[in-house]
Structures are given as structure tokens and as C-alpha cells.
């Protein structure tokens, strides 16, 4: 059939939906440079106003998913299990739930991202460890799950081209923040990493890409019906980015913070968060019957230390210093550590995640810019939390800087204080299946 791209944007614009055929082909030809971005611009556009149907939006992520080369995991026994989060302040999950899973006997391959902004990404935190090596050719990476159920890579170029273009054209047209586009970007690359089934951690908060809980409610929906339509069971948890996760920000401090937590010695949001995902992973993976039982088997392997016993084989695998995990001190360290104190008191009623991711990122724990470089040893440590009481004169965080001074007001600033109790924070809004 003979397709003219007008014709489709002028239908999409109309409010009709386009069929599998006309997506596909918008998909592809734009992929080949067929179609050229001012035109897949107005259907970008037409597509934030209109909306997209179910279909619609599977047809999407499939077409992208398509687009390049899909993984194949097939190698691999068992059911794999993808876990992704949609980006967070000081998300040191992956860290801590790809091995923790992983000694829970079910076979963990994940390829992760660099972060940008404030937000951090699992292959920088890696990269902190000495000699971790994160670029596995396909065969070391299979090889490597096979033998030890776990590697962690970083995600190669070629998975789902057609979203690396579309995205990069919404970043410039104004049309990022359409539900149905984020949900399908995000599940292609996803698809496209070749896993049986699907984590979603969905943030919401300030620090969140989600500010709104009806949002992020939203897109765990719609991601959550694309994977019933593929046949690839998904689950979707939308979690509280109201404040950063755990104590650290940056990328030695938050391997440093998983290694705690791998030892059952972490903070308490973080490992609850790490247990909900984890026993996510047991039951879609089949290896456990219900999330009751896959928390209690994730809890013995933390009590156990198996989980960090994984960690360590699979830094050891992956030609990084495994000594690290016994001396955290043998992480790259900062040479100024500056305390940050309270010129108030009372209960922390809020903190802005974003102002405090930005401020990592500000001291280079971050990058502003795809190619900017960043400072592994560098970052914030929380020593307060929301609900915390404070007195003046108490140290609330301590930056870890290779910089004398720091950003002092700003971070100050990111702290809201109540003379009233202040209830602790509810970490988990929702679960969507
Ligand atoms: N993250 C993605 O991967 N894609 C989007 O469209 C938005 C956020
Ligand atoms: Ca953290």
C-alpha cells in the first residue's frame, strides 16, 4: 500500500487512530531517514494533542522496539526479569537488587545507562569500582549469566534506534511529555534488551520526571497494558521521589551505600524498596509462588550476605577490585568533605530532590551535558531525612567535594522545617499489574 506521510499526520491531527501498517511505516521510514524530522515533528505534535489508543501506543512500541536489534536472552535458563527505574536522585536500586535477586538463584541480565542531570545512572556508579569493565561483548555478557546469574553492561547504541531520533526531535518540539510517547520510548529499549518480563519503578515526586502521583499513576497504567498486550507480564510500582533514596548521592558513594545494604546494613528505605522490586522479580521470573515468600527469601539472603557474596563475584567477573566490597575505603574518595549545618530547627517537613540532585551534580558527581565529564568520588550524604528532628547547629549533609567551597544556601534551601511532628513518607503509592 502507497503511504503519503501528510496524509497520516493530517489523520492523527484529525483525532483518528493510525493503523499497525501506517505506524510502522512512520517508524521505519523515519529510521531511514525517509521521512524527515519536520514532518515526524507535526506527528509528534499531533500525537501529544490526540492521544494515542492502547493499540496505537503498542503498535508504537514495537515498531521502535523493531527498529534495531532485539537481545536475544534465549541462552539464558529461566525467565528473565527487567527492572527499570524512570530515574531518581540518589537511586542506588540496581546496585542492590540485580545481585540480591541474582543469589535468590534467578538469573539477572541487565543493561543499564549513564545518567544525566540530576539523576545518576548504574553504569557511572560501576564505574567507580577500579577495573570494572561494563562493555561485555553479547557472548561475555550470556556467558558470564550463565555462570554466576549475574552481569550488569552498559547498553549499546543499537538498541531501539528509532527512539534515540524520536527522542532527541521531542527534546527540541516541545513534546517530551506526552504519556504515550514516554511509555513507549521507555518499553521499547526495554523490549528491545530482550527480557521475558518487567520491574517498573515509577518515581514520583520532586525529584521525580514525574512531579504528580496522578501522572506517574498514569504512565505505570499505560506501560503496564503495553506489556499485557505483548504477552510480556509487567509490573509497574510508583514510588516516592519526595526526598532522594537512602543517605548517598554520587557515584562512589551510593556503591559504597549498596555494599551496606547488601549487608543488611543499609538504610530503610532503600532496602524496603530493594526488597518490593526484588520480590517483584521472584514471582514474574516463576521462581517464587508470592510476594510474601520472595520477600522473605530476599530478606535471608540479606541476612545471609549472599546477595553481597554476588556482588562481589560479579565485580570479580567483570575485571573490577573486588577488595572494595570488604574496603568501601578503596573507593575513589573526595578531599574535602564539608559538613553542611542547620541554621534551624524542628522537624524536616520536605526536601526538594531536584535541588539536591543538582547540587551533586554542580560539584561533578552529574553531567549537565551528554559528554560532560564527571567526578566518581564526589557527592551528598544525607545525614537527615524527612520526619528527622534537628537542632540548630547540626550537620544535615555532608558534601563530599574535590571543590573547598560549596553550594551551602542552596542545599539549606532544599530543607522545609515544621515546629509539629512530621509522619514518615509512604515509599510506595502504587502497584499496577
Ligand atoms: N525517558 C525515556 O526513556 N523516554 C522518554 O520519552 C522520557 C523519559
Ligand atoms: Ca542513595
Redesign the pocket.
Known amino acids: 500500500m502507497l503511504m503519503r506521510t501528510y496524509d497520516l499526520i493530517l489523520k492523527k491531527r484529525n483525532g483518528y487512530p493510525l493503523d499497525t501498517e501506517e505506524i510502522s511505516y512512520l517508524i521505519n521510514e523515519y529510521t531511514t531517514g525517509q521521512i524527515l524530522d519536520y514532518q515526524m515533528a507535526a506527528w509528534c505534535m499531533a500525537t501529544y494533542f490526540t492521544g494515542m489508543t492502547d493499540r496505537e501506543i503498542s503498535d508504537l512500541t514495537m515498531a521502535m522496539a523493531r527498529s534495531g536489534e532485539i537481545m536475544d536472552l534465549g541462552t539464558i535458563q529461566g525467565r528473565k526479569i527487567d527492572k527499570h527505574s ?2 531518581g536522585v540518589g537511586d542506588t536500586t540496581t546496585l542492590i537488587v540485580a545481585p540480591l535477586v541474582a543469589s535468590c538463584g534467578v538469573s539477572v541480565a541487565k543493561m543499564s545507562g549513564k545518567g544525566l542531570g540530576h539523576t545518576g545512572g548504574t553504569i557511572d556508579k560501576l564505574s567507580s569500582i577500579p577495573g570494572f569493565n561494563s562493555e561485555l561483548t553479547q557472548d561475555q555478557f550470556i556467558r558470564q549469566v550463565n555462570d554466576i546469574h549475574c552481569a550488569l553492561v552498559s547498553q549499546t547504541g543499537k538498541l531501539a534506534p528509532a ?1 534515540k531520533l524520536l ?1 532527541a526531535l ?1 527534546d527540541v518540539t516541545a513534546t ?1 511529555d506526552s504519556i504515550p ?2 511509555a513507549s ?2 518499553m521499547s ?1 526495554k523490549i528491545a534488551a530482550g527480557a521475558d518480563g518487567f520491574v517498573l519503578d515509577v518515581k514520583t515526586g520532586s525529584g521525580a ?1 514525574m512531579k504528580e502521583l496522578s501522572q506517574a499513576i498514569e504512565l505505570a497504567k499505560t506501560m503496564v497494558s503495553i506489556g499485557k498486550q505483548i504477552d510480556k507480564p509487567t509490573v509497574a510500582l510508583v514510588t516516592d521521589m519526595n526526598q532522594p533514596l537512602g543517605q548517598m548521592i554520587g557515584n562512589a558513594l551510593e556503591v559504597k551505600e549498596a555494599i551496606l545494604t547488601l549487608a543488611n546494613q543499609g538504610p530503610d528505605d532503600l532496602t524496603q524498596l530493594c526488597i518490593a522490586l526484588g520480590a517483584e522479580m521472584l514471582v514474574l521470573a516463576e521462581h517464587s509462588p508470592d510476594i510474601l515468600t520472595a520477600e522473605k527469601q530476599l530478606l535471608t539472603a540479606l541476612r545471609q550476605k549472599t546477595g553481597l557474596d554476588k556482588f562481589k563475584a560479579m565485580i570479580r567477573a567483570q575485571g573490577g577490585d573486588e577488595r572494595i566490597v570488604d574496603s568501601p575505603d578503596r573507593l575513589p574518595q573526595a578531599q574535602y568533605k564539608i559538613p553542611i549545618y542547620s541554621n534551624q530547627a524542628g522537624y524536616i517537613e520536605s526536601i526538594d530532590s531536584l535541588e539536591l540532585g543538582l547540587a551533586a551534580m554542580n560539584i561533578g558527581a552529574g553531567r549537565e551535558h551528554k559528554n560532560s565529564p564527571i567526578d566518581l568520588a564526589v557527592g551528598l550524604e544525607l545525614k537527615k531525612k524527612i520526619g528527622d528532628y534537628v537542632t540548630i547547629g547540626e550537620p544535615i549533609v555532608i558534601v563530599h567535594s574535590n571543590m573547598a567551597s560549596s553550594d551551602q544556601e542552596k542545599i539549606r534551601a532544599a530543607y522545609t522545617f515544621s515546629d509539629k511532628k512530621v509522619s514518615a513518607v509512604q515509599l510506595i503509592h502504587m502497584r499496577n499489574t
Open positions: 524512570t530515574g527512539d527522542y521531542r517530551v510517547l514516554i520510548s521507555i529499549k520526571f
